[in-house]
């Protein structure tokens, strides 16, 4: 009897240690796949600058990132599927390309005239408060001569680079 209970208390210790295992290797899927969709919103800035508005701010800048980059010329959306608009972890936001309100990133409060005096340590783009548990990822482009790919770091609530976002973005 003593057998059986032991037995069965490992295997319910296994069972409890794979769902772990599977429900932290999905959260850090999804959250690198939010990373990269940060990545892309960078680099669709940076190819598109010369068609975005500077005035516009926070999620209306994403907006015209989107139109610029997936609004064809007969006004039809190209396919965006998955739409890197979407925070995969947040996941309450339906992918509509015309409204505004379906972004879940935030941008800049400010842009300069031309994106390529934007500096490489200010945000261009972060996650909303609240798409992941704590923080979230925060956007960089260095539009240098280097040219190199924008950059994403993982910032925590309270952390420096969370706050520069924070103090630089809007939503």
């Known amino acids: 009897m003593v057998k059986l209970a032991v037995g069965a ?3 319910v210790a296994a069972i409890a240690l794979v769902v772990t295992l599977y429900a932290g290797a999905s959260t850090r899927g999804l959250e690198l796949h939010c990373r990269n969709n940060l ?3 960078g680099s ?3 190819n598109n600058a010369g068609a975005i508005d ?3 701010t926070g999620r209306v800048f994403w907006q015209e990132v989107r139109i610029a980059q997936y609004r064809k010329i007969d006004g039809q959306w190209k396919e965006m599927h998955p739409d890197p608009f ?8 339906a992918s509509k390309p015309d409204d505004v309100q379906a972004i879940d990133y935030r941008g800049p409060k400010k842009m300069p005239e031309e994106i390529k005096t ?3 340590d200010t945000p261009l783009g972060a996650d909303r408060p609240g798409n992941h548990a704590s923080g979230g990822w925060v956007l960089r482009l260095d539009t240098s001569v280097d040219a190199l790919p924008p950059l994403v770091d993982r910032a925590l609530d309270g952390d420096p680079l969370w706050k520069a976002a924070a103090d630089s973005l809007t939503d």
């Open 9 to 11: 208390a490992g295997v």
């Open 39 to 41: 990545r892309h919103l």
């Open 44 to 46: 669709h800035a940076a």
């Open 118 to 120: 934007y500096g490489k």
């Open 86 to 93: 979407v925070c995969p972890v947040h996941g309450r936001t």
């Open 54 to 56: 500077p005035s516009k």
